[in-house]
Structures are given as C-alpha cells and as structure tokens.
C-alpha cells in the first residue's frame, strides 16, 4: 500500500516556473515506478511524465518535452516534477501515481495509487 501526496501547486505566469513534489508513505517506495497526470477542466486526465523505480529512464508527454523534468528522490520517498516555461495550456489539476509493472507507462488505468491532486494555473 502507498499514499501519496502532492504539494507544491499555485498561480504562476505565464513563462514562470513550479516544483510540484509527491511524498509517498510506505517502505516499498523504491520499488514503484511513478507517473505525473493531470486533468482541466473539460478534459480527460492525461500522461505528462514517469520514471522507472531507480530514477535512470524517463518518458515525457509531447507537449511538455524539454519543459518538464521528473524526478526523485527514494531515500526520502519523493518525486517531483520541475515545471519551466509555463504556458497557460500547462493549466490543470496535476496528480502523482504509482505503480509495480515493468517500464514506463503512459496509461493512467495501470496506476494503482493515486494522490489527491494539486492545482497549477498559469495565468497570461
């Protein structure tokens, strides 16, 4: 079982720059690879980013490629996702998630813990 919190959301400009964290509860942390989604308003939740359980292989949503960085930090049960160059499309409530299967995955229905979600809004 792991419970997983998001923090680090607010307003930014458009251009701005945010850290979302995500600490996880569980001493299985290191095990799990993690993904970041997130939802507008309107619209289906999507893929932005995951990381396999040792931090080595990435994969990144089109749309954030060269902007976004995942990352973490397993000795502190932490992911984050570094947010450059905002854009007002980059607006949305972001969640973290976990899973146990192998690779990269971009489906959020093979998740199998979520967090509650932290709201960024970039403002033009």
């Known amino acids: 079982q792991v419970q997983l919190v998001e923090s680090g959301g607010g307003l930014v400009q458009v251009g701005g720059s945010l850290r979302l964290s995500c600490a996880a509860s569980?001493?299985?942390?290191?095990?799990?690879?993690m993904g970041w989604f997130r939802q507008a308003p309107g619209k289906e939740r999507e893929f932005v980013a995951a990381?396999?359980?040792?931090?080595?292989?990435?994969y990144y949503a089109d749309s954030v490629k060269g902007r976004f960085t995942i990352s973490r930090d397993n000795a502190n049960n932490t992911v984050y996702l570094q947010m450059n160059s905002l854009k007002p499309e980059d607006t949305a409530v972001y969640y973290c998630?976990?899973?146990?299967?192998?690779?990269?995955?971009?489906?959020?229905?093979?998740?199998?813990?979520w967090g509650q979600g932290t709201q960024v809004t970039v403002s033009s």
């Open positions: 998630a976990a899973q146990q299967r192998l690779g990269l995955i971009t489906y959020a229905i093979l998740y199998d813990y």
């Open positions: 569980g001493r299985t942390f290191s095990s799990y690879a």
């Open positions: 990381i396999v359980w040792s931090g080595g292989m990435t």
